[in-house]
């Protein structure tokens, strides 16, 4: 299958870094939109994002929409799907993926790891033991890996993988790949990655979670954003959600900041080359973040708004973690 999605971002020069669009596109939107639907200017305002079409909308700084120099990608208003509750876009999401892999038996994922996909990963389980479903021919890829843990680490996604989905279906060794913790040459390691996803044909479907900070795999916010698989450096506020146990002994120890610090995360690039995205997320923690990724400026301060620049994505949203999207950010 030839990979569809564009690439309508710019990179400086061959370092695959995005500078941020920190560009606002709702005076496009309204000018492209029916009479009925305004989008006020203001924050806090309501808007329906219902009866915002599913298009395209080229991005256009007022400041510099006759300069025909300036670069003009395209924005895309997503899917979204809400529902009632963590169990309900689980199953929700079950139901999208099931189909996506009987539809497609070799079909390659991205996966993410978290809290978040641990309902998916169940459903997916039960329609295997259940329903039929085979992973015998999917490929898959994980999203992101500590660097320089043991394999077996308990903190680490190999053993997540495992215990929630690969050890329980079909899927054989070999099939699924998360990046070497114990790669020698992270360069090497990053290349070979991100060839190997190349090689696969490239990713069908990425599934993804989404920080609370908007982190998209451990790409966090800053000036940039890394467009290749990469080396990447946990936000703190990461790190002290992702081991909360850690957290409460760093006043007396410190240097225990330095362990699951960083860690290999395939890019934004990566991300975007996907034919389609499925991004899940739940609770109130990750509202704001999410409109403003749905509605708000493409900016790296903000990884997970750089989805707008996808044709093709669909959030599967609980009441609490949707309930920002209706306003503008
Ligand atoms: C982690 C992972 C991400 C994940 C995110 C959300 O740090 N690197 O891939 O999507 O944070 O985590 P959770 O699902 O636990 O909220």
Same mark, same amino acid.
């Given at each position: 299958?030839?990979?569809?999605?564009? +690439?309508?971002?710019?990179?400086?020069?061959?370092?695959?870094?995005?500078?941020?669009?920190?560009?606002?596109?709702?005076?496009?939107?309204?000018?492209? +939109?029916?009479?009925?639907?305004?989008?006020?200017?203001?924050?806090?305002? /309501? *808007?329906?994002?219902?009866?915002?079409?599913? !298009?395209?909308?080229?991005?256009? /700084?007022?400041?510099?929409?006759?300069?025909?120099? *300036?670069?003009?990608?395209?924005?895309?208003?997503?899917?979204?799907?809400?529902?009632?509750?963590?169990? @309900?876009?689980?199953?929700?999401?079950?139901?999208?993926?099931?189909? @996506?892999?009987?539809?497609? =038996?070799?079909?390659?994922?991205?996966?993410?790891?978290? +809290?978040?996909?641990?309902?998916?990963?169940?459903?997916? *389980?039960?329609?295997?033991?259940?329903?039929?479903?085979?992973?015998?021919?999917?490929?898959?890829?994980?999203?992101?890996?500590?660097?320089?843990?043991?394999?077996?680490?308990?903190?680490?996604?190999?053993?997540?993988?495992?215990?929630?989905?690969?050890?329980?279906?079909?899927? =054989?060794?070999?099939?699924?790949?998360?990046?070497?913790?114990?790669? +020698?040459?992270?360069? @090497?390691?990053?290349?070979?990655?991100? !060839?190997?996803?190349?090689?696969?044909?490239?990713?069908?479907?990425?599934?993804?979670?989404? !920080?609370?900070?908007?982190?998209?795999?451990?790409?966090? =916010?800053?000036?940039?954003?890394?467009?290749?698989?990469?080396?990447?450096?946990?936000?703190?506020?990461?790190?002290?959600?992702?081991?909360?146990?850690?957290?409460?002994?760093?006043?007396?120890? /410190?240097?225990?900041?330095?362990?699951?610090?960083?860690?290999?995360?395939?890019?934004?690039?990566?991300?975007?080359?996907?034919?389609?995205?499925?991004?899940?997320?739940?609770?109130?923690?990750? @509202?704001?973040?999410?409109?403003?990724? *749905?509605?708000?400026?493409?900016?790296?301060?903000? /990884?997970?708004?750089?989805?707008?620049?996808? =044709?093709?994505?669909?959030?599967?949203?609980?009441?609490?973690? !949707?309930?920002?999207?209706?306003?503008?950010?």
């Amino acid at each position: 299958m030839s990979n569809s999605a564009p +690439t309508p971002f710019r990179r400086d020069g061959d370092s695959g870094r995005f500078g941020g669009y920190c560009l606002w596109h709702h005076y496009r939107l309204q000018e492209r +939109t029916s009479s009925r639907t305004t989008f006020p200017k203001r924050a806090g305002v /309501p *808007v329906d994002i219902a009866v915002v079409p599913r !298009g395209s909308y080229t991005l256009l /700084p007022c400041s510099q929409a006759r300069d025909e120099t *300036v670069e003009r990608p395209t924005v895309h208003v997503p899917e979204i799907l809400l529902e009632a509750d963590y169990n @309900a876009m689980s199953l929700r999401a079950g139901d999208i993926v099931g189909e @996506a892999i009987r539809h497609n =038996p070799s079909i390659v994922l991205a996966l993410p790891t978290g +809290t978040t996909p641990i309902g998916l990963y169940a459903d997916l *389980v039960r329609r295997y033991r259940d329903e039929g479903l085979s992973l015998s021919a999917v490929t898959t890829f994980n999203l992101d890996e500590y660097v320089g843990i043991a394999v077996d680490d308990p903190e680490g996604y190999h053993g997540f993988m495992r215990s929630h989905l690969f050890d329980l279906v079909d899927i =054989p060794e070999g099939a699924w790949h998360l990046p070497n913790p114990q790669a +020698t040459d992270a360069g @090497a390691e990053v290349r070979r990655y991100e !060839g190997l996803i190349d090689a696969s044909g490239g990713i069908d479907l990425a599934i993804l979670g989404v !920080g609370a900070n908007g982190h998209l795999a451990f790409n966090e =916010p800053g000036d940039t954003l890394t467009g290749p698989t990469h080396v990447a450096a946990l936000a703190d506020d990461t790190w002290l959600r992702n081991f909360p146990s850690l957290a409460p002994r760093l006043k007396d120890e /410190p240097e225990l900041r330095a362990r699951y610090s960083t860690a290999y995360t395939v890019g934004i690039g990566t991300i975007l080359r996907a034919r389609k995205i499925l991004v899940l997320a739940s609770g109130m923690a990750k @509202a704001s973040i999410l409109a403003s990724a *749905v509605r708000g400026a493409i900016t790296p301060r903000n /990884p997970a708004s750089f989805l707008q620049l996808h =044709p093709d994505v669909t959030f599967i949203l609980d009441e609490a973690a !949707g309930s920002w999207v209706h306003y503008t950010a």
